[in-house]
């Protein structure tokens, strides 16, 4: 298992859009993906359990990566939360 944690940089968080983007990036990968946010873990590759987790611009989020393709996983997620997940 691979794991690091990334500030989320969207002034509105990840609502819909980002959340989709987010989640169309892992499921490219066989890995399971999850990341945790206070005390609660979601499935990286559910939009719903990424909303249902109503993350908010600053937040600490910490990924984690746990397979055959774990390094690649984690560094796609990673990358695309720093980019801004398309905003």
């Given at each position: 298992m691979v794991s690091q944690t990334v500030?989320?940089?969207n002034p509105t968080?990840?609502?819909l859009r980002p959340a989709g983007i987010l989640c169309n990036e892992?499921?490219?990968y066989k890995s399971?993906?999850?990341?945790?946010?206070?005390?609660?873990?979601a499935n990286a590759?559910?939009?719903?359990?990424v909303l249902g987790a109503c993350i908010k611009y600053?937040?600490?989020l910490e990924f984690?990566?746990?397979g055959e393709d774990e390094e690649e996983a984690l560094k796609a997620?990673?990358?695309a939360v720093e980019s801004g997940l398309g905003e």
């Amino acid at each position: 298992m691979v794991s690091q944690t990334v500030v989320i940089k969207n002034p509105t968080g990840l609502h819909l859009r980002p959340a989709g983007i987010l989640c169309n990036e892992a499921v490219k990968y066989k890995s399971k993906i999850s990341f945790r946010y206070g005390d609660n873990e979601a499935n990286a590759k559910s939009v719903l359990s990424v909303l249902g987790a109503c993350i908010k611009y600053g937040a600490e989020l910490e990924f984690r990566c746990e397979g055959e393709d774990e390094e690649e996983a984690l560094k796609a997620v990673v990358e695309a939360v720093e980019s801004g997940l398309g905003e």
